[in-house]
């Protein structure tokens, strides 16, 4: 069984930090791309930041760019989102995605599964 398990989530100030885990287990991890997706109240899911496992390459929304950095440790199975430099406009749940063909990207469709999602709060 698929699964991926977030934490990591929480409240901070404005200007602060926070780091995202995504545990993955139930298959093939180093076949995959791992993205983090985000919604806020109201809005549209939308991309984050991915990671393909089998070569590293990285894609960054243009509003997180500079800010967040993913990465993984394969030997746990586990992919990070380093948040820095956080906003109140960056207040949203947090969800991790797996992406079968490997690729990865930004687009929801490219995803087949999905874990249940951290919050994360920015007060101004």
């Known amino acids: 069984e698929v699964q991926l398990v977030e934490s990591g989530g929480g409240l901070v100030q404005d200007g602060g930090s926070l780091r995202l885990s995504c545990a993955a287990s139930?298959?093939?991890?180093?076949?995959?791309?791992i993205g983090w997706f985000r919604q806020a109240p109201g809005k549209e899911r939308e991309g984050v930041s991915c990671?393909?496992?089998?070569?590293?390459?990285?894609y960054y929304a243009d509003s997180v760019k500079g800010r967040f950095t993913i990465s993984i440790d394969n030997a746990k199975n586990t992919v990070y989102l380093q948040m820095n430099s956080l906003k109140p406009e960056d207040t949203a749940v947090y969800y991790c995605?797996?992406?079968?063909?490997?690729?990865?990207?930004?687009?929801?469709?490219?995803?087949?599964?999905w874990g249940q999602g951290t919050q994360v709060t920015v007060s101004s």
């Open positions: 995605a797996a992406d079968s063909s490997g690729l990865g990207g930004l687009a929801k469709y490219e995803f087949d599964y």
């Open positions: 139930g298959f093939r991890f180093d076949h995959f791309a």
């Open positions: 990671i393909s496992v089998s070569d590293g390459n990285t």
